[in-house]
């Protein structure tokens, strides 16, 4: 079955440190984006890309970054320069059908220790 | 630039009652299409229904159905019949038919539901 691949599902960080968040998907879409979901709140966009090898800045892109080489994967890097990580991160790609909905994957649970 | 607006964080409701959680949203465009995500404590997003700009018929889904008001830039969602299931966050989208990768999301309504 088609779908977007998250991983992995709980990732700890240490101060200092980078992290990299894994979103693949198989659904032969172009846009690819990020989410970050803090405890009881809503969707911030983080990053997202239209087509390969292109991606803007969304709200809230202070302190990460991303890459797209290739249509089925869009990686979340968490630099050290991001504050405050601790937070569920969502992937998500919108249906390349107009108006069709958008699809997530399950997430990743990213906490500094 | 749209926005998505859910004026309730958190509502509550009798199991078997209903429930009618609000949204609005504010566009320049006249095609445009409108969705209710829920996401539930495993927080997987789940598509719940949606509604096209240019259709004036409500959309339902089994229990969950919708008002659209179009002139008021209105998208409340009713769940009738509430069970405990339903217990979760319920997220307000909206996503553009002229760009098809604008796409926001409200600040999402947690309901619970008491037995």
């Known amino acids: 079955d088609g779908g977007i691949t998250q991983s992995p599902k709980y990732l700890f960080r240490k101060e200092g440190q980078n992290v990299t968040l894994s979103c693949e998907q198989n659904?032969?879409?172009?846009?690819m984006y990020w989410y970050r979901q803090d405890p009881g709140q809503g969707l911030r966009l983080i990053y997202y890309?239209?087509?390969?090898?292109?991606?803007q800045k969304g709200d809230i892109a202070e302190g990460y970054s991303v890459s797209r080489e290739k249509k089925e994967s869009f990686p979340l890097t968490v630099t050290s320069a991001q504050k405050n990580p601790t937070a569920f991160y969502l992937c998500?790609?919108?249906?390349?059908?107009?108006?069709?909905?958008?699809?997530f994957g399950e997430g990743s649970w990213l906490t500094v220790v | 630039a749209q926005t998505v607006t859910q004026s309730q964080p958190e509502m509550s409701v009798q199991e078997a009652e209903t429930v009618t959680l609000s949204c609005t949203y504010d566009?320049?465009?006249?095609?445009?299409?409108l969705f209710w995500y829920k996401q539930p404590p495993s927080r997987q997003m789940i598509l719940v229904i949606r509604?096209?700009?240019?259709?004036?018929q409500n959309a339902t889904e089994n229990r969950f159905s919708v008002n659209f008001q179009k002139a008021a830039k209105s998208f409340s969602l009713k769940i009738s019949d509430s069970q405990l299931g339903d217990a979760a966050m319920y997220f307000c989208a909206y996503r553009s038919a002229d760009n098809n990768n604008d796409m926001r999301f409200g600040a999402g309504t947690r309901l619970t539901v008491k037995p």
């Open positions: 890309s239209q087509i390969v090898n292109d991606f």
């Open positions: 659904l032969n879409h172009d846009a």
């Open positions: 998500a790609s919108p249906g390349r059908v107009k108006g069709a909905p958008v699809y």
């Open positions: 509604q096209e700009a240019y259709k004036q």
């Open positions: 566009t320049s465009e006249s095609d445009y299409y």
